[in-house]
């Protein structure tokens, strides 16, 4: 079945611990992003990958960091959380960077820093 | 700098047609998405626009563009209590790889 996936589902953390959200699609996509979702404010961009080792900032990276090794997977680390990222975020892929380029989203992680 | 306005929120009875409203800035607006988030799960392409189009149908979608007043919509015939959601309208600028979305509009389908 074609996807994406993230992982974890639900994430409570503290401020300054170190994490990472996984995000793999099966699909062979050259373009990845992830956003973050707050209420009141829709999608934010946060950071996007044309193609393995090409990663670009969004409109809100700050605090953020992503890897592109591989093409399946897109990886979001965040250093040093803070609670000002406490959010839902969706990881999301598609074919390629074209207007008319579909983007399948992941199932979201909703993570809480304390 | 980029806007993406939509109502947060819409109730119709199940049976009637629902008309989602949306408003953009950028007159440089290449495509204009309508996507749907039902609860727990992540964004769902609906459809699309390019801005060279006035109207899209697609089943019991149509989506209806002003490009001179930046005004999109997107009309849902004979609504179902499955179309409970919400609705975001995105846009992509001219040149841009990076998406606007607007906030989302919690349509309510009621009995």
């Known amino acids: 079945e074609a996807q994406v996936t993230q992982n974890p589902r639900y994430l409570i953390t503290v401020t300054g611990k170190k994490l990472t959200v996984t995000c793999s699609q099966n699909?062979?996509?050259?373009?990845m992003s992830w956003y973050r979702q707050d209420p009141g404010l829709g999608l934010r961009q946060i950071y996007y990958?044309?193609?393995?080792?090409?990663?670009d900032k969004g409109d809100v990276p700050e605090g953020y960091k992503v890897s592109r090794k591989e093409k399946r997977n897109f990886p979001l680390i965040l250093e040093s959380p803070s609670p000002n990222q406490t959010s839902l975020y969706f990881c999301?892929?598609?074919?390629?960077?074209?207007?008319?380029?579909?983007?399948?989203f992941g199932p979201g992680t909703r993570l809480t820093v304390l | 700098g980029e806007d993406v306005e939509q109502s947060l929120f819409l109730s119709v009875r199940e049976g009637d047609s629902s008309v989602i409203n949306c408003t953009y800035t950028?007159?440089?607006?290449?495509?204009l998405y309508w996507y749907k988030q039902e609860p727990g799960a992540g964004l769902q392409l609906l459809t699309y626009?390019?801005?060279?189009?006035d109207m899209k149908q697609d089943q019991r979608l149509t989506v209806l563009l002003n490009k001179k007043d930046k005004h999109l919509s997107l009309r849902i015939a004979d609504t179902q209590t499955g179309d409970s959601a919400i609705y975001f309208c995105a846009e992509t600028p001219g040149g841009s790889y990076i998406p606007t979305f607007g906030r989302g509009t919690s349509l309510i389908v009621h009995p």
């Open positions: 699909m062979n996509h050259e373009y």
């Open positions: 950028d007159s440089s607006s290449t495509y």
């Open positions: 990958s044309m193609n393995v080792e090409v990663t």
């Open positions: 999301a892929s598609s074919l390629g960077a074209s207007y008319t380029d579909t983007q399948y």
């Open positions: 626009i390019f801005s060279n189009m």
